[in-house]
């Protein structure tokens, strides 16, 4: 393992003269060039700094570096000087940071003083700071030499906020705490931080292990962890809470799960919440859409995996018409003249007529229901499809998913992950809330 310095070497004036700094540990260092002094501090200060990565502008170059090296090694004759020219005309991201990179390994330590070179230097310097970072080198130290007021201030508490930041735009993409974790553990954190990143994770590991049956637990238990943590102590995670809102509304819904999901690629699982939790969410939450009666009874036929909800919507709502047959024409099932798949064509073509016979109401015109139910089928069959790792229709598919590809879904063998993005997209759209005046047209 090596300690390493890196910096921008400033240029210097040939009569610049020498001025003492005093010290984050009370001593005190000199130095006539800009950053001399910070490096004199830090190589007092760290044992076993092995070398000084400098990027040098032509100025630096031609007015600093020879008294720079002249003056380290006077300091420390064991540490070497290593130059890396950077002119303003080159890439630094392809021309200068591959550089940095392969003078270090993981394992390193690094340490950056961030005083000198040009306006733009500071930000190079958490490039590289970022980068190394990716490559498990970690940064122990950053210092500033601050020349109005003769002192080298320890500026190192900056470099967590970034991994704080970039912690929550993990939870805000991908709903994962690992690093807000990491970050809590070296800074204090209230229980309303606690509870917020325990209520995300339980989301997380149901969003990403496929538990639908528990994802309205783990919504209302994120929604509360929220809410309690806007009155936290941290006032950095206090103020980027209301943009990490932004993502999903005020409160996350099975529609704004659905699509965070869409937003972080993680379609899968989005097809998964949707084939099992719109159901529910259609006949509870959205009455204006598909209203059940209460003490409705439960479906005869469902398995323990399976929601009462899913079940129902399945069971009796997607195959309203055969239903109807059983109850009014005596149609006895199991005798092969039809499948799924048809009495599903049947309800969608009949929805008009059979509605008013069924329990189920709605305050949506018909055709807008039904394009509801078409984008529920579809994304279905798109969810068995990767689920089984197989894009070929089945039998029991095939009058449906010819029905559905005549109103302008895909087949299952040409559909892309883009596809499947827009058509989740779609489908959330065709569930937002219409005017009353809308749905009474």
Known sequence: MAK????????MKEDAPAVQYCCPDGGFVTGRQTNEAPVKYLLGKHAGISEILCILTPDAERSAWSAFKNSISETNRDVQCTGIPFRQEEDFQTEILPQILSKAKEGDE???ETT???RSAL????????ALSYAGIQTVEVVYGNLGKRSIEDISHLIPLFDFIGGMQELSSFGNVRTLREYYRTHPRSPEIDGLLDAADRLWEAITLCKADR???RIEQFNQALETAEECADPLMRALLPAF???????LSVPGLIKWCVQSDMLQQALTVYKERIPAYLMTDRPDILRVPPQTPDPEMRRDYVSVEEARFYEHFLKMSRNMNKAYRGYRDGDGTACWGDYTVATLEQLETLLPHSYFSTEYPIDQLRVIVMDYLYIRALRNMINHANDQETASQQQLMDYLNDQGYKRLHEVRAEDIRRTLLRALD?????SRKARVK
Do not use: D, T
């Open 123 to 130: 930000m190079y310097l958490l490039l590289i700071s970022r």
């Open 245 to 251: 809102r932004k993502k999903f509304g005020k409160k």
């Open 110 to 112: 690094i340490l950056l």
């Open 4 to 11: 390493k310095i890196i910096l921008f070497l400033s240029g």
């Open 116 to 118: 000198g070179g040009l």
């Open 430 to 434: 065709h569930l937002q809330p219409m």
């Open 215 to 217: 994802i309205p637990l």
